[in-house]
């Protein structure tokens, strides 16, 4: 069984955080870029951040700079994102997505060329609200 499960999301309060996580099962994660989507009701899915396959490397769409961090265990089996100051626009489903190093160049192309990520999580639900 090749899978991504992720967890962590709830109802939180604006300003408040959560931190997700992405566990890995069937393959191993070490050759993958990973990479945290979201998906708000009635719009497009996007990508959110993305790290390198050996942790070095990191990017951030421009909602996320400055308030949450992506984040791997140094076995390479978890992937985490760390949410802080959220917002009520955070609101969606996310998911966790894994990329091969050798077919994606890095986490930014990762990140924007979602459509050809064939390995996804179920998703987790992050809602934030007063």
């Known amino acids: 069984q090749v899978q991504l499960v992720e967890s962590g999301g709830g109802l939180v309060q604006p300003g408040g955080s959560l931190r997700l996580s992405c566990v890995a099962s069937?393959?191993?994660?070490?050759?993958?870029?990973i990479g945290w989507f979201r998906q708000a009701p009635g719009k497009e899915r996007e990508g959110i951040s993305c790290?390198?396959?050996?942790?070095?490397?990191?990017h951030y769409a421009d909602p996320a700079k400055g308030r949450f961090t992506i984040s791997r265990d140094s076995a390479k089996k978890t992937v985490h994102l760390q949410m802080n100051s959220l917002k009520p626009e955070d609101t969606a489903v996310y998911y966790c997505?894994?990329?091969?190093?050798?077919?994606?160049?890095?986490?930014?192309?990762?990140?924007?060329?979602?459509?050809?990520?064939?390995?996804w999580g179920q998703g987790t639900q992050v809602t934030v609200s007063s």
């Open positions: 997505a894994a990329g091969r190093q050798g077919i994606f160049r890095n986490p930014q192309d990762l990140c924007t060329k979602m459509s050809q990520i064939t390995l």
């Open positions: 790290v390198s396959s050996l942790g070095g490397f990191t």
């Open positions: 069937g393959f191993d994660l070490a050759y993958y870029h």
